[in-house]
């Protein structure tokens, strides 16, 4: 399903993935960066998606809609 980024919000320092905070982008098993950001997205689903993002997908995915 398509999603649309709509906003990010970046965080003042990266926080390192544990239990509960996970890259939303890329999952445990395969991101093991920082996260940096608080990202909320929008799909055919739902109009708020609220995603944290490591650094790569950051720099990699964003496409932000207006
Ligand atoms: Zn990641």
């Known amino acids: 399903m398509k999603s ?3 906003k990010i919000e970046r ?3 990266p926080v390192p993935q544990r239990d ?3 890259c ?3 999952g445990k098993a395969s991101c093991s960066r920082d996260l940096v ?3 909320i997205l929008s799909d055919a689903g739902s109009d708020h998606i609220k995603w944290t993002v490591c ?3 950051l720099d990699h995915e964003p496409a ?3």
Do not use: I, M, N, Y
Request: glycine share 4%; charged share 25%; aromatic share 10%.
């Open 4 to 6: 649309k980024v709509r």
């Open 11 to 13: 965080w003042d320092a």
């Open 20 to 22: 509960d905070t996970l």
């Open 24 to 26: 939303s982008a890329h």
């Open 37 to 39: 950001a608080t990202v």
């Open 55 to 57: 650094q790569h997908w």
């Open 64 to 66: 932000v809609g207006e």
